[in-house]
Each structure stands twice: as structure tokens, then as C-alpha cells.
């Protein structure tokens, strides 16, 4: 009862503390002037977002800074996708050559696949995101390729992201235990239904708060693109405290909407890593509670009560 008192006790010291702190910091920042100059500044500095200066009205600034935030979304959601694709091909290209997850080929074929993977990755990781999307939105012309703005942007943020991307990967695949990978090779299966069954299904949701984290900083990331043009978000909003004179007041609205975007995407993040799933075919209350190797045993049943029901339907008349 004691600590639970004093949790309240903190809880309530602590917002209390926390709304001094921003009354002081609203009044602050309105002044000089008595009360009543410093509310009249705050109106007017406000005004674009309830009221609208000049011939605009509030309407008309909103639908402004929606078009940028759908086309921030467009970005995020085309970078994102595609992200996912080339750092999971980069991770596997990586370690062709693990023992642990070995591609069969000649090791002269699997060296010339994960040789290029890790310079590209370990090149694109040390480049500031910032200079690698100036660079691919001046390039690409000299390169003879057209390129929009927006679409210079989004293979830059692709590019890095799936370098970043490619890294979470490996390490989440690294991280399954070695009986795992001696369970799939035990059964006979081929190195893509390894991947399938096996290995990505729970590297995967192992890897959810480490993707969720990263996909948060791209979509932070395509404010980046106001650089090269493309009137995103940011580029709108700093548009508008251009004319209204208020870049506290825009900027706050800025952070707000991206606090909002990024939020939802970390609630479902999280709903997603603890809500049911299905792990390669297996439910996962059928897997929650067992070891590692009877985790793999139920995984690869699955799969094969699935071919025997394809083969099943493809000799029945």
C-alpha cells in the first residue's frame, strides 16, 4: 500500500512538475509584454492552423500539409516494402558462406555472392543518408537515368535501408540456436524450405522491435528528401512558417504528426510480436512451451502434412 502511495505520489509530482515546466516555457517564449500581449502573439502565431492569415483559410492549409503527409506515406510505404525485400536477399547473399546456413554451390560461387553483398552493405552503412540522397538525385541523370525527385529519393532511402535492414537479418538468423539448423539438415529439407520452414519464421519475430525501430527512422528519414525538392511534410510546413512568420509554433505540429505516425506503428509492432501467429505452417500454440528441436520437428510436420495434401489433390480426378 506504501509503494503504491508513493507511485502516486511520484506519478502526480512528476506531471505537475513536467505542465509547470511548459506553462513556463509557452510563457516564455510569447513574451515580452503583459498577459495580454503575449496571449494576442500566441493567437496570431497559432492562426494559420485554426484560423488561416490572409486570404487562406484553415481548410486550405490543412489539405496543404495533408498532400505532403500522403506523399511522406507514399515514400515511407514504397521504401519500406521494398526495403524488406533487398536487406532479407542482401542477409541471405551474406551468409552463403556460414557454416550454419551454408548455400550449396562451389565455394567459388558462394565467395563472388557474399563478397559484394558485404562491401555494399558495410559502403552504405558508413555513407551519411543525408549526402547519399544528394548524390543519387544528382547522378542518376549523368548515369542516363530519369529520375523524378521523389523517385531518386526513394532508391536512396531504399539503398540504405535495406544495407541497415540486411544486418538486423543476419544477426536475428545467427541468433536461432545451432540445433535449429542441424534439425532442418537431419530431416533432408532443401535450402530454400530450410529458410521457409525454419529459419525466417522465427528469425523474423525475433527481429520485430530491431525492423520496427529502423522502419520508425526511415519515416523520419523522408523529411530528408525536402532537400532535393520533393514537398513532403516538412517541406510544406516550412513552407508555411515561411509566410506566417511562426516556426516554433509549425515546427510543434510537425513533431506532433510524426509523433502520432510513428506511435501507431510501434502499437502494432508490438501487437504483432506477442499476438498469435503461424511459424512455417504451425500454429503457435502449437509451438509455444517446446524445446528448440521439437519447435523444428512441429514446423517441418506441418510442411509435410501440406505436401501431402497438394500431392493428394493433384492425383485425385
Known amino acids: 500500500m506504501r509503494k503504491r502511495i508513493l507511485r502516486w505520489t511520484i506519478g502526480i509530482g512528476g506531471s505537475a512538475a513536467f505542465v509547470a515546466l511548459f506553462v513556463w516555457a509557452g510563457y516564455r517564449m510569447y513574451g515580452p509584454g ?3 500581449e503575449r496571449v494576442e502573439r500566441f493567437q496570431r502565431r497559432w492562426a494559420p492552423f485554426y484560423k488561416g492569415i490572409g486570404d487562406g483559410t484553415a481548410l486550405n492549409y490543412w489539405t496543404f500539409v495533408g498532400r505532403g503527409l500522403i506523399l511522406t506515406l507514399e515514400a515511407a510505404v514504397i521504401s519500406i516494402l521494398l526495403s524488406l525485400f533487398f536487406g532479407t536477399l542482401l542477409a541471405l547473399l551474406r551468409l552463403t558462406r556460414n557454416p550454419r546456413l551454408r548455400f550449396p554451390a ?19 552503412r558508413s555513407a551519411p543518408l543525408f549526402l547519399l ?3 543519387t538525385f544528382i547522378a542518376a541523370p549523368k548515369l542516363g537515368l530519369q529520375l523524378t525527385a521523389l523517385r531518386a529519393g ?32 537431419a530431416i533432408g529439407l532443401s535450402y530454400v524450405k530450410k529458410l521457409r520452414f525454419v529459419v525466417l519464421p522465427q528469425a523474423m519475430r525475433r527481429m520485430v522491435p530491431s525492423m520496427v525501430s529502423q522502419l520508425v527512422t526511415l519515416i523520419k528519414d523522408t523529411s530528408l528528401l525536402s532537400i532535393i525538392t520533393v514537398t ?37 509492432a508490438r501487437r504483432l510480436e506477442v499476438g498469435p501467429s503461424r511459424v512455417g505452417g504451425a500454429s503457435a500454440a502449437a509451438v509455444q512451451g517446446l524445446g528448440v528441436e521439437d519447435q523444428t520437428l512441429v514446423v517441418t510436420e506441418a510442411a509435410a502434412g501440406r505436401g501431402r495434401t497438394s500431392s493428394h489433390s493433384r492425383t485425385d480426378p
Not at 106 to 124: D, E, G, K
Open 34 to 36: 503583459d498577459i495580454g
Open 106 to 124: 562451389p565455394t567459388v560461387v558462394r565467395y563472388a555472392l557474399s563478397a559484394p553483398a558485404t562491401t555494399l552493405i558495410q559502403t552504405i
Open 133 to 135: 540522397i544528394l548524390y
Open 154 to 185: 526513394i532508391f536512396a532511402l531504399t539503398l540504405y535501408t535495406s544495407c541497415v535492414l540486411a544486418e538486423i537479418i543476419r544477426a536475428g538468423i545467427l541468433s536461432l540456436d545451432r540445433g535449429q539448423f542441424e534439425a532442418a539438415d
Open 232 to 268: 513532403e511534410l516538412y517541406r510544406r510546413l516550412y513552407i508555411i512558417q515561411q509566410q506566417a512568420f511562426n516556426p516554433i509554433e509549425t515546427f510543434i505540429v510537425a513533431g506532433v504528426i510524426y509523433f502520432v505516425i510513428n506511435f501507431a506503428l510501434s502499437t502494432f
